[in-house]
């Protein structure tokens, strides 16, 4: 419905709230500064979400609507945007919960809000934070006039909108929509207006912009999605999202994309193998398999969307890691890597030296140069065989651990489904004996990859959705990840957020 044309009743004055129903940060404070991360304001980029959302917002007028089901974390992103507005007076108004339960359930707004008091020498970023859950709509209506009046720039997150409503009247709903929508562009307000079912019809046309949150659960994991659905006056590139809201952040998942340009480095620094269990070169990794245990073999599921370059990145964080300490590996690259590309890739993290000396990296294409650490192969399943168990035993010569890391698709590719498994089938007790680490990719659905499915110690899936790369442990059984590539101190490392 429309707003009404009727004039409302003009309010007497427009004091801020009574005390009994809003709270300071003198009211707030029990969470301590040292427990609590203070927001960050990322650079934005054209594909990035919440650059977008706060880009629309600091237009005057704009009126976005947040939906979804209960859970979806309709209330931390609302949170979430007015943490990151920069020059800007924030309202929060909840109809929902008390500000006690709010600060309970979201303790990183106690840091910023007591920053207002002056204990803690940080910009504050909430300005006033409201109890409209005892409060008449025209109450409602006179703050938001009041605002209007002031002509200061803010923004007002209405939490939610039928909480507003609930106990008002047709007259009062009306009211309350003449408030928020009308004249509102000469103003110098924006507004986010949380809806708490999925959708409220009477409002889509009115709002400029619509982002709805949904969370599914599958097979007992969380992935949650944004998508926006109107935008008024943006061209949004890139409308969904996946995000989390780990430690009651709205944190969006980094896109899947790594910087390869050339670096000049030296060793990766490694991250220690333990006396039983192998590191894989990412501390989160690590934690979530539990650490791999020796002689274990690692079978990592590619789903076909997944960029070739994340799981080769992904790869030489763990090569670089085991030849690191001292560690032997034997590669078996992707079907679009070379040799020399997987060398010349791998170079900067472990040196000439222990390239020469402790890798060996099959090569299937013939009159190549003769390298150190390049094996030939003839394409001929008995011949490559032989030619891998010599290479093998001399690597034990070289270092006390050894590391198998093959692509089957390429295994697949080179020798067929029917000639591959029964000859390499075999490796895995060879690597269990030897007390060696076995790295096995696959993305295509061979009798190979079944039967690394059912064999292997460790299964890892890693899956592209939405542009994001998402990791999950099925064997040990674990949450979904978001997956971020990154240079920390120019080396490759990988962290993982749980989407919670």
């Excluded at 978001?482 to 990988?494: I, M, Q, T, V």
């Amino acid at each position: 419905m429309m707003p009404s044309d009727r004039t409302p009743r003009a309010p007497q004055s427009f004091e801020p709230l009574d005390p009994t129903v809003s709270v300071t940060a003198e009211q707030t404070r029990e969470t301590s500064p040292e427990q609590i991360t203070p927001p960050s304001v990322p650079q934005s980029n054209p594909n990035d979400l919440m650059g977008l959302l706060i880009r629309f917002l600091k237009i005057p007028g704009h009126v976005l609507q947040v939906q979804g089901s209960p859970g979806a974390g309709k209330t931390t992103l609302a949170l979430e945007i007015l943490s990151r507005m920069q020059d800007t007076h924030k309202i929060y108004v909840s109809s929902r919960v008390s500000p006690t339960k709010l600060r309970q359930h979201f303790p990183w707004i106690d840091e910023v809000i007591d920053a207002m008091s002056g204990r803690v020498s940080r910009a504050n970023w909430l300005n006033e934070l409201h109890d409209l859950r005892r409060m008449e709509a025209e109450t409602v209506f006179n703050q938001v006039l009041r605002l209007k009046q002031a002509r200061q720039r803010a923004l007002l997150v209405v939490d939610s909108w039928e909480g507003a409503l609930r106990n008002s009247n047709e007259e009062g709903r009306r009211m309350l929509e003449t408030a928020v929508f009308s004249e509102i562009d000469e103003s110098k307000i924006s507004v986010i207006l949380v809806i708490e079912g999925e959708r409220l019809g009477s409002l889509d046309y009115l709002v400029d912009g619509i982002v709805t949150l949904n969370h599914q659960e599958q097979g007992g994991r969380t992935v949650r999605t944004l998508t926006v659905s109107k935008m008024r006056g943006f061209k949004v590139r890139k409308p969904r999202g996946l995000f989390s809201l780990d430690r009651a952040r709205f944190t969006f998942l980094p896109p899947t994309y790594y910087d390869e340009s050339p670096v000049d480095l030296h060793n990766l620094p490694p991250l220690n193998h333990s006396e039983k269990a192998f590191s894989l070169g990412s501390q989160d990794l690590d934690n979530m398999l539990g650490g791999v245990q020796r002689g274990s073999s690692v079978f990592i599921d590619v789903d076909g969307a997944v960029p070739s370059n994340m799981i080769h990145v992904l790869l030489n964080i763990i090569t670089a890691n085991f030849v690191n300490q001292g560690g032997s590996c034997f590669i078996v690259p992707t079907g679009t890597y070379s040799s020399d590309n997987t060398a010349e890739s791998l170079l900067p993290y472990v040196g000439e030296e222990a390239l020469d000396e402790r890798v060996r990296i099959a090569e299937f294409r013939p009159a190549l140069l003769t390298r150190k650490w390049r094996v030939p192969m003839k394409g001929r399943i008995i011949e490559d065989l032989k030619t891998f168990f010599n290479t093998w035993h001399e690597l034990e010569t070289t270092s006390q651990t050894r590391m198998l890391n093959v692509n089957y698709d390429r295994i697949v590719q080179v020798y067929g489904e029917d000639f591959a498994f029964p000859g390499f089938s075999e490796l895995g007790t060879e690597m269990r004996d030897s007390g060696s680490l076995n790295i096995n990719i696959a993305s295509r659905h061979t009798r190979i990859r079944d039967e690394l499915t059912g064999t292997a110690d460790y299964h890892i899936q890693v899956q592209s959705v939405d542009d994001s790369l998402l990791i999950s442990g099925i064997k040990p059984f674990s949450p979904t990840y978001g997956a971020a590539f990154s240079r920390e101190n120019g080396y490759p490392s990988l962290r993982l957020v749980e989407i919670v």
